[in-house]
Every structure is written in structure tokens, then in C-alpha cells.
């Protein structure tokens, strides 16, 4: 298995700005060094589109990065441009992650989550996912996605091309 060498990008102006503590970005580090994932970066960004699609290549575009987290912008308000900025740099959508984190979440009973506009895709052999902005919804979504983020990493790094098959 191929060592996930991730990023974790806060998207929110008022983190941005100083007015308010980061908890959602902590919260997706920790699940991913639960994971043991490496940590390459934690960034923050104000939710400007173009901010952050420049984050997110320069990122993606890294040697030492496989894997980007995103928190925060992926609402309803006129200011979440988190989905947008990342369909500006991927080359490919991988709906099944986004998808999956929405039903799975609202069928455990948070209505909500079916409002979130997050995506997931692919910029060379780095996969970016956007995650909701909050500490619950982080640690909800990553539970979803968590059994296939080493896998995903793997087929992407070249290590394996099989993703048809669940067995050992």
C-alpha cells in the first residue's frame, strides 16, 4: 500500500481573517493521521474562487502530495465557491466519494447533508475531496470514504489497477 501524503485546505473567510478558530481542518488531520496518513500541509484560504484553484494546483502539481481535504465553502451561500474552484483544476470528477458522503450521512439522519454541493476529482495523480465545514460533518463524511482512501491513492499512484474487484 502507497503512503498517503495528504493536504488539508480550510476554506473560510472568517478563519482567514483571524476572527475565528479553525476546528474543522484539526478535525480532518486527525482523521487522517488516524489513517496514518502524512501530513504534507494545512493550509487556510478566504472563499475566493480563484484563491482557491490556485491553492489547490499548486498543491495537486507537488511530487510529495497525493491526496488534498478540503473543508469549508461547499453550501448554499453567495461566498462558498469551494465546488466551483475545484472543477477549475481537476481533470476528472470521481462522483462516487461526494455522492456516497451525502447519502450516507443523510440516511444516518442529517437531513442537511443533501444541501452540500461538495465534489471529488482527480488533477494528475492527486485526488482533492471537498468536505463540509464543520467538526461533525468532517468526521462524518471521513467515515464514508475512509475504507477506500488507500485504495483510490493506490490505483492512482500505479501500484494497483484493479477497482472492480473487493476481494483480498
Request: glycine content about 8%; proline content about 6%; aromatic content about 2%.
Amino acid at each position: 500500500m502507497g503512503q498517503i501524503r495528504a493536504v488539508v485546505l480550510t476554506i473560510s473567510d472568517s478563519v482567514a481573517r483571524g476572527e475565528r478558530a479553525d476546528a474543522s481542518g484539526p478535525a480532518l488531520i486527525e482523521a487522517l493521521q488516524a489513517l496514518g496518513a502524512t501530513l504534507v500541509a494545512h493550509d487556510v484560504v478566504p472563499d475566493e474562487r480563484e484563491v482557491i484553484a490556485e491553492r489547490l494546483r499548486a498543491y495537486a502539481d507537488r511530487e510529495d502530495v497525493n491526496l488534498i481535504l478540503t473543508t469549508g465553502g461547499t453550501g448554499l451561500s453567495p461566498r462558498d465557491q469551494t465546488p466551483e474552484a475545484t472543477r477549475d483544476v481537476i481533470e476528472r470528477e470521481v462522483p462516487g466519494l461526494a455522492e456516497a458522503m451525502r447519502l450516507a450521512t443523510f440516511t444516518a439522519g442529517t437531513p442537511r447533508a443533501i444541501l452540500s454541493r461538495a465534489i471529488a476529482g482527480i488533477r494528475s495523480r492527486t485526488l482533492i475531496i471537498n468536505f463540509p465545514g464543520s467538526v461533525r460533518g468532517v468526521r462524518e463524511t471521513f467515515a464514508v470514504i475512509r475504507p477506500v482512501l488507500p485504495h483510490a491513492i493506490d490505483v492512482l499512484s500505479g501500484q494497483t489497477s484493479h477497482c472492480g474487484d473487493s476481494s483480498p
